[in-house]
């Protein structure tokens, strides 16, 4: 299949700086060398604990930051080397949903306002009842009454506002999108809603997401493969079914152990591994595997010699040294 987005090697490192003349002193390295392709249609799930660079990625995809290092390709063309008029120009085709639907609207435009503006920044419409009837359809499109527009933010509930959001994202067009945590401040009973919806847009639209989300529970049904990240790199990345039923690394398996299940025989069952300590700090990560001062598996070769991330059957990629 075509391949839409290509990361190679992607770095995000934010300077660490001190004293009167803020020198720099470090970086933290929110995003420390990412290789993945995201294909055309497909839904890629990037899991992790926030913290673990996930968002700043999808920010550094869609160029909102500048990656530090590495390559950025969509629709074949590299944009971390290009000018801010042709990632200007890319931008349209790549859209953003945020986290928090009450933060990301500003509270004092209209409905009509925010769905319209990215039409006017990009001259998607050409007059004032154009952008009329574009904003009429990508209104209906989301499943928000036409007759809202005049209305403001505060005035939605959290579900109708994440409505708005994805209506903005998708007034220019876009061929992708990243999806960054979108359910995660929902009611649960609007949850599945919301998902829903992006998966109907996407058939419709043949659009491709990139879905951010901290736990492995709510990307399972949606993703065609999952990314699970720690401390700014990939430690697995396979097809959703694969992850779930035969997954390779210590730090998923204990991601997938930290589910509950509805079944209490299976739950008795279950061997849980559990997380202990805090995830260390991106701007001094442990030597070697990263994962080594949290996994229960880690050896001395662990802690000296950072794993390979390597294709350990065919399309299942991990960075361990016991696999
Ligand atoms: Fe654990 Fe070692 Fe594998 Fe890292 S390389 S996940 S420390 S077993």
Redesign the pocket.
Known sequence: SEILVRVKDLKMHFPIRSGVFSRVVGAVKAVDGLTFDIAKGETLGLVGESGCGKTTAGRAILQLYRPTAGEVEFRGVDLAKRGPEDVRRARRHMQMIFQDPYASLNPQMRVGEIIARPLRVHGVARNAREERALVTELMQKVGLHPSVRDRYPHEFSGGQRQRIGIARALATSPDFIVCDEPISALDVSIQAQIVNLLERLREELGLTYLFIAHDLSMVRYISTRVGVMYLGKMMELTTSDELYERPL???TKALLSAIPIPDPPLERQRQRMLLEGDLPSPADPPAG?R??SR?P???DQ?RAIE?EFREATGGHWVA???V
């Open positions: 690394h210590p730090y595997c994962f080594s996994c598996m880690a050896t662990c794993p361990c040294h016991l």
